[in-house]
């Protein structure tokens, strides 16, 4: 290796570990990523964290406030003694085990619906950043979608189809597919006039290697940042959904399908909504709070003041 070539990879280096610093010192991303993985944490042990089952239930233990002791039917008919911790809900069922469980469901859509946004309005915007061709037509149809409101939107699909997981993800990702496109095409549009891709269209490098190899990573910072958003969007909105009832069916767990079974006896029993209202808070505050963190530490301009 020559010497150039060792200096340019050691100050590549040095660029990795100067941002990973800045990452570990930036207190918004402390915050909100320790309450994160723990959010996560607690999902991934469901199992072991929730007393019993959540679709367990029994009629003589409805409506129970939270610390009292009542009863569970098994799957096999044995009635057990329990004690509800969050309080039960007019069915009988355990809010603490159904928050636990519907923190896996929240966080699946919220990761889920990013990831698929992310996909299909990366390749959208390099295309219509790139190749000017794609571009009139492409911007034009976000354009219209963007135009309609995001959540009539997904009550559309999620009407059309039957409720389901793979329903939700995809109803809740399609409005949010037009922002990621534009937000790389803008990038695109950027990047493609640097010297280093002018140097690498001159030299006769292929179009898609200098979209992925050239362009694509340099779009990596505000894509993480943007990632963040979407996520904390899709799980209040799969909420709303389910609040709404057109979402999940009513036998799934979730946030929004516990606080609105509940919300029709909250002022005699705040407790069914209070609690999984509480984990929603907490968690779309603290994936807002990480993607400000990520914010101001990839983003060089505002790097220089962390």
């Not at 042990?45 to 039917?73: H, K, Y």
Request: aromatic share 8%; with cysteine; hydrophobic share 50%.
């Amino acid at each position: 290796m020559d010497a150039d070539a060792f200096s340019v990879e050691a100050a590549g280096v040095r660029q990795h570990e100067s941002a990973w610093r800045r990452l570990r010192r930036n207190w918004s991303v402390r915050i909100g990523g320790s309450v994160l993985v723990l959010l996560v944490a607690i999902a991934l042990a469901a199992p072991l964290l929730g007393t019993v089952d959540p679709t367990l239930f029994d009629a003589g233990s409805r409506d129970l406030r939270p610390g009292m002791t009542g009863q569970i039917t098994t799957l096999d008919g044995d009635t057990i003694p329990h004690r509800f911790l969050m309080g039960s809900d007019s069915f009988g069922r355990d809010i603490y085990s159904r928050v636990i469980y519907g923190a896996r469901v929240s966080l699946s859509v919220g990761l889920l619906v990013a990831l698929l946004a992310l996909a299909f309005g990366i390749s959208a915007g390099l295309g219509a950043g790139y190749l000017r061709w794609l571009d009139g037509v492409l911007m034009r149809f976000m354009d219209g979608l963007m135009a309609i409101p995001g959540i009539l939107v997904a009550i559309a699909l999620v009407a059309l189809w039957r409720g389901s997981l793979t329903t939700v993800v995809i109803a809740i990702a399609i409005p949010e597919i037009p922002r990621v496109t534009r937000l790389v095409r803008s990038l695109v549009l950027s990047i493609r006039e640097e010297p280093y891709v002018e140097a690498a269209v001159s030299l006769g490098t292929p179009t898609w290697k200098i979209m992925f190899g050239h362009i694509l990573p340099n779009t990596i910072a505000p894509l993480i940042v943007q990632g963040t958003y979407i996520c904390a969007s899709a799980i209040l909105l799969e909420s709303i959904l389910s609040f709404l009832g057109v979402g999940l069916p009513p036998d799934i767990p979730t946030w929004g399908n516990i606080m609105a079974e509940g919300r029709v006896q909250f002022n005699e029993y705040p407790h069914n909504v209070f609690f999984p209202g509480l984990f929603l808070a907490v968690t779309v505050l603290a994936v807002n709070i990480l993607g400000d963190g990520l914010r101001d530490t990839l983003d060089p301009k505002m790097a220089r003041r962390v």
